[in-house]
Structures are given as C-alpha cells and as structure tokens.
C-alpha cells in the first residue's frame, strides 16, 4: 500500500469532535483525490503532513519545540518521506526526531484532529494530519536542528505560549485520554 492509500484509509476512518473536522477531512481527501502528489512537498497546491503532540499525562504537560523557522512552539511535525509508510509512521518519527525520544508511543485510535494553514509559496497549504504520542516516565529530550529549544509545559500553560491549533490539539487530546482513548 502507497503512502497515499494509506492516508485516504486513515481519513476515511477519521471521526473528528465536530462539524469543522468533517469539513476539513472532505477537504483533505478531495485533494488527494485531486493531486496523486498530495502527500509531497513538491505539490504546489499543497501537501499533507504528519504532526504528533508529546504527552506526558502522569506529570500533566507536553513537550513543544520552539520551531526554528517559524519561531512559534508547536507540536513536533513535517513532511512525509519516502520511506514513511503511513501517516502515523510519519507523525511518530517526526516526534522521535525533533524530541530525541526513543520511547514513544502513538495514542490508539488515529488522528486526534486535522489542521489546514497557510504556508508561503511556493506552495499554498499544509493538510495537517495530528497525532498524540505519550512519552515514557523519565524520558529526556533532546534539541534537534530543526529547533531552537525545547520545553515540557504544564497543560494549563499551553495557552500562553502556543497558537489556537497547538491549544484545539492538546483539547482533543485530553479529551480522548480522559475517555481511556
């Protein structure tokens, strides 16, 4: 199976909170139906992405990585590759790289949201396909290039710090922890 197969299977089992994530995963599975290079960079009317908040539930906080590009704290995330198998093979190594730890693990039950925002040209859009992945007790991180720091913040001060799509996630995310995933 194609990495684009397996993103239409994940979006076409994906059942978001609400009306605007079924808009947003029409969306996203009318561009990969429209574009067979809708999963790459390459595609100039956008592309899909693999994102994973790192989680830390024992101790109620999350890992953010002050992106060195953006200069914004967001969840660990990027373009697919290649050898990616799927969306979630993706979203994991992502994390495991920007995070430096090894002993991740994807939440069950798939995608925890879907993000769409615009990026500069010469591509239009990224189709943010969002995961959740806990870390294990006393793992450690470490900064990877593609950052400029990383921080454990508690839950409560996400807000602060983050943007709106960064806050919908770790919602989301809590939201499905609480109901045992």
Known sequence: MSLHDDAVGVLKGYVGDDAQQAELRQVYLDHLSGHPDGMWKACGAGHLTASALVIDPGRGRVLLTLHRKLRMWLQMGGHCEP???????????????????????????????LDRHPIPAPCRWHLDVQYAAT???GAVERISDESLDLRWFPYDEVAGVADASVVRLLESTRVRLDRGF
């Open 83 to 113: 050898e990616d198998t799927g969306l979630a093979v993706a979203a994991l190594r992502e994390a495991k790289e920007e995070s430096g730890i090894a002993g991740l693990s994807l939440l069950p039950g798939g995608p925890v949201r």
């Open 135 to 137: 870390a294990t007790p």
